[in-house]
């Protein structure tokens, strides 16, 4: 079992920052792919980014492509999602989510998923 843990959302204006961390705990977090994904009311849930195991990939959604960055700290079993230049409709509730070995732009193909964190950007 993996427990995963959001923190760092908030109300934030457009063109502003917010940094959210995953923290988690339980099995090996060094052998998970970590990814987060959003979901915004009315819509299903997106992907947003991902990050190999060794922290050596990574991957993001065109439309957070040079705005956002992932990244993790094995040695705190810790991942974050810097997030710059926020926009309206980055407005979502964020999850991160842990997947055995290599990750995956599908949300289905994820384990484990914490509760979520939620992010609006006003205009």
Do not use: H
């Amino acid at each position: 079992q993996v427990q995963l843990v959001e923190s760092g959302g908030g109300l934030v204006q457009a063109g502003g920052s917010l940094r959210l961390s995953c923290a988690a705990s339980g099995r090996t977090f060094s052998s998970y792919a970590m990814g987060w994904f959003r979901q915004a009311p009315g819509k299903e849930r997106e992907f947003v980014a991902l990050i190999s195991w060794r922290g050596s990939d990574t991957y993001y959604a065109d439309s957070v492509k040079g705005r956002f960055t992932i990244s993790r700290d094995n040695a705190k079993s810790t991942v974050y999602l810097q997030m710059n230049s926020l926009k309206p409709e980055d407005t979502a509730v964020y999850y991160c989510a842990a997947r055995w070995n290599s990750g995956s732009y599908s949300s289905y193909d994820y384990d484990y998923w914490g509760q979520g964190t939620q992010v609006t950007v006003s205009s």
